[in-house]
């Protein structure tokens, strides 16, 4: 929303609201370098009610009876972010004095959310702050719909990364999250002729009043130019890098709070800055263009989360975005935040940086350059000084997304790093060779530099080489990274591999989220459950409770009523809440298997227009999808075109009104999954066995009453033994089915044999929901009959076996609701407070 005139909500001039604050001062504060304390406003509804109003007058310049809906929403984001500062600023100053290990979160997205709901939720102020702006004549849900969610993250690496340090927060412990900080995000997706389009996520145009800017505390980062080798006096060998030309990092601080402990950490994220911003000279020569040319090429840094990496200038950039954030992060780090003094062979004591994925793995080359050419240090104490300062969380078991970065892009952008990262390499393989001689083919394997099909830098394999500890994401994750992905180090090095499965913050996706299911939950358990989520297995007996098992309903039924209302004025969709809801909601990729699920809705309406199935017969359901696909990515956008091109036709025909619909709203974010995951009825996670690192997604349905159809997959694996088989639609091959067929499959063969299968895509090629175009879904149904590489085909049957069992359960409704309620009860192991403690007792000892 970007309302630039009064709202409706607005008190008018004849109001008897105060329209100025009073004259004194709102707030008692020290300086932030005093030792005295910072005093919060007053926590009454009278005090922020002054608070808001001064924010209001004196921050945004207006009066409440001239003040647009932007000016309510920034006044009162600047008044909860006030009552959060003390404790910031006195977290800080306890943590400076402790000298405690902290935890250097590096990651390259941070998928925050909407920043409002969660800091009053972690300051206990909802009520306040609804008296408060209803005192002033202002409905406070209109200013929570105006915030725009911040364009930080694209998938579930961002979101772990923020239920992470939220988690961090909650549990005290200290912790920095390093990122960037994106002036556009990845990209706002709509739609036009069902196909995708990107236009830029200009989450910053309206103001951000979450952030702090440090510009005093930039940080000068190179890039390019040569290294010049010299010898001392005493032999000893040094070599300098002379950059080419150079960035600088501005720090822009945002406060990640704890729920109600007083404790406030903080994630910095970076934005590129030029040297010099402008040329006057240029200028005034009538060059406007080339005079700001040196902002503009930096800048471009931290423009766009993922630039779009098919061409040599795309992928340049992002290595770039890459050595940007982890060279302004350990500066900050060690120049900074440490003492001036402090003994940096003693830095592991201080700082473990955990990389979350191989995107700041270039982290590695960095410290080293720090410690030798900055800090004087010899090889091999810089060497055993980074071993223990690194650790790596592999989020994949695709080999396209474990990096690989070219020599020659690496060199002529990064030449000081790439010379280090060679003699990492040199020095491994005499170790592989000491540990298995004579196998050189294993030093092959195993070598940092690839030689093919071109000679490059194996981010994966550069981290797990430095790394202390290498982790996993679920359990059968970790297990196949170990043997599939990376098993000649684990062979190697099998102490360095363990399993962190992820979690999820149950203050966000059920305490906010879900506010009527948090208060069933409050009302039958009590309070605590938010921070020990393993308390919910005290609902188990409920799930036998008829009453509790109807107030269960009503609250999936309320929520129900709440999206339908949201993608009314959203999107204008209809949505009927009495049906299934039956939810998909992840990045387009091919492996998660979309298509499949398509496969499913365009069998159960040709099983209607052939008179195989009678309408009346088909158990109503809602599908609703969610997705972005990557912008070079041609066939998920394909997959997308044919989605939106199903649900255009199966909506408007009337033989299966009231029984199929398929919405898919556009710009599936966290502020979208807030509403659509407690309203879920059941869960797709339905990608190929042994493609799925975890999922987060599966956990946040299960934590809020959604059946899960799956495969054992992910962490699906887990939440199917935890939630027991018989509250768990399971289907589809195993990993090592999957491998097993894989030599000779041939998908074509089970369009030929299975006839429900043949009659679905030969629906789907006829034209029938493309204006009798057949070439405009000839991609994706050449793609499934010939290459189907994610084996759709062969579990097509299967799953189709599995949705008559999901048809069959909903049609008990007190069963499904047991199964629903004892999803919930069984879940408790899903948060990312759990995530933390293994992470804290396996990884980082701190």
């Known amino acids: 929303m970007t309302d630039t005139a009064p709202s409706h909500s607005v008190v008018s001039d004849e109001s008897p609201s105060t329209d100025v604050r009073r004259i004194g001062p709102a707030f008692r504060t020290t300086h932030p370098l005093a030792s005295g304390p910072v005093v919060s406003p007053q926590t009454t509804v009278d005090g922020f009610v002054e608070t808001f109003l001064a924010e209001l007058n004196y921050g ?65 102020l909802q009520d306040i702050a609804e008296d408060a702006m209803r005192r002033c004549g202002i409905d406070i849900a209109a200013l929570r719909a105006q915030e725009v969610e911040p364009g930080l993250g694209n998938g579930g690496l961002g979101r772990l990364a923020a239920c992470f340090v939220d988690s961090l927060a909650t549990m005290d412990v200290p912790c920095i999250g390093y990122g960037i900080r994106y002036e556009y995000g990845i990209f706002r997706q709509t739609f036009e002729q069902d196909r995708q389009v990107e236009l830029p996520d200009s989450w910053l145009s309206l103001g951000n009043p979450w952030e702090f800017p440090h510009p005093e505390r ?45 404790v406030v ?89 955990q990389l979350n994925d191989t995107h700041p793995v270039i982290a590695i080359p960095e410290l080293m350059r720090i410690l030798m050419d900055r800090k004087g240090f010899a090889w091999d104490e810089a060497w055993e000084i980074t071993k223990k300062c690194f650790a790596y969380t592999c989020h994949t078991l695709l080999p396209e997304a474990l990096e690989v970065w070219n020599v020659e892009l690496l060199g002529r952008l990064l030449p000081r790093h790439l010379e280090i990262i060679y003699r990492i390499n040199e020095e491994f393989l005499e170790e592989v060779r000491e540990a298995f001689p004579g196998d050189e083919m294993r030093a092959r394997r195993m070598s940092v530099i690839a030689e093919y099909p071109e000679r490059a830098v194996r981010m994966a394999y550069l981290a797990t080489v430095a790394g202390a500890k290498v982790n996993g994401v679920a359990e059968l994750h970790s297990q196949l990274l170990r043997d599939k ?15 962190v499965t992820n979690g999820i913050t149950p203050r966000r996706f059920v305490r906010l989220a ?83 699920k398509l496969l499913h809705i365009v069998s159960l309406y040709e099983g209607v227009l052939s008179g195989r ?27 997308i075109f044919l989605v939106n091109a199903v649900s255009d036709v199966v909506n408007a025909d009337p033989r299966v009104a009231g029984r199929l619909a398929v919405a898919f709203p556009a710009n599936y974010n966290v502020t979208l999954a807030e509403k659509l995951i407690p309203a879920a009825d059941l869960s797709e996670q339905i990608s190929l066995a042994g493609k799925e690192a975890s999922g987060t997604g599966n956990m946040k349905f299960a934590l809020n009453g959604a059946l899960t ?67 405009a879904v000839a991609p994706v149904i050449d793609n499934l009959l010939h290459q189907d590489a994610f084996m759709a085909l062969a579990d097509f049957q299967p799953y189709l076996d599995a949705q008559e069992r999901v048809d069959a359960a909903y049609l008990d409704e007190d069963g499904w609701s047991r199964s629903a309620i004892l999803n919930v009860a069984r879940s408790g192991f899903f948060s990312s407070d759990r995530s933390m403690r293994d992470y804290l007792e396996r990884i980082w000892h701190a």
């Not at 297995?537 to 709440?562: G, M, T, W």
């Not at 018989?726 to 589809?732: A, E, I, P, T, Y």
């Not at 089970?750 to 034209?767: F, H, K, Q, V, W």
Request: aromatic share 10%; glycine share 6%.
């Open 60 to 124: 945004q310049g207006t009066l409440l009876s001239q003040s647009t809906v932007n000016d309510q929403y920034l006044a009162l984001a600047r008044t909860v972010r006030r009552y959060l500062m003390a404790d910031w600023l006195e977290t800080g100053a306890r943590r400076r004095q402790a000298q405690q290990k902290t935890i250097g979160y590096l990651s390259a997205e941070y998928l925050l959310g909407r920043q409002l709901g969660n800091n009053l939720l972690a300051t206990n």
């Open 709 to 775: 159809i799956g495969t054992d997959d992910g962490a699906n694996v887990e939440i199917r033994r935890l939630v027991g088989d018989d509250h768990f639609f399971l289907f589809g091959m195993t990993e090592p089915e999957v491998e097993r067929l894989r030599p000779g499959y041939s998908p074509s063969s089970y369009y030929e044999e299975n006839p429900r299968l043949r009659a679905t895509i030969d629906l789907l090629a006829s034209g029938h929901f493309t204006d009798g175009d057949r070439q």
């Open 613 to 639: 199935v009678a309408a009346e017969d088909v158990v109503p359901r809602t599908f609703v999808f969610g997705a972005k696909a990557a912008p070079g990515y041609h066939m998920a956008k394909e997959i």
């Open 218 to 262: 930039q940080v000068l980062v190179s890039f390019g130019g040569h290294t010049e080798t010299t010898t001392d006096e005493d032999g000893t060998e040094r070599t300098t890098w002379v950059p080419g030309w150079q960035v600088l990092g501005m720090p822009y601080h945002y406060m990640v709070p704890g729920f109600r402990n007083g």
């Open 514 to 596: 879900n506010r009527r299911l948090s208060e069933l939950l409050t009302d039958t358990l009590g309070d605590g459950w938010v921070t020990d989520l393993d308390r919910l297995r005290e609902l188990e007996p409920y799930a036998e409770d008829a009453s509790f098992r109807e107030a269960f309903r009503a609250v999936k039924r309320d929520n129900k009523d709440r999206l339908v209302k949201l993608l009314r004025v959203r999107d204008g969709l209809e949505l009927s809440p009495d049906t299934m809801l039956d939810v998909m909601v992840k990045r387009l990729h091919e492996y998660k298997r979309q298509t499949l």
């Open 485 to 499: 992905v990376l098993p000649d180090f684990s062979e190697m090095w099998p102490q360095k591999f363990t399993n």
């Open 265 to 353: 950490n903080t994630l910095r994220l970076w934005s590129a800055r030029a040297t010099q911003d402008f040329d006057l000279q240029i200028f005034n020569s009538g060059d406007y263009a080339e005079a700001v040319r040196a902002q503009t090429f930096a800048e471009n840094i931290s423009k766009v989360l993922y630039p779009e990496d098919s061409t040599p200038q795309g992928k340049e950039l992002r290595l770039q975005q890459q050595y940007f954030f982890v060279a302004c992060s350990l500066h900050d780090f060690i120049d900074n935040t440490l003492p001036a003094d402090y003994d940096l062979r003693r830095l592991h004591e201080r700082i473990i940086f």
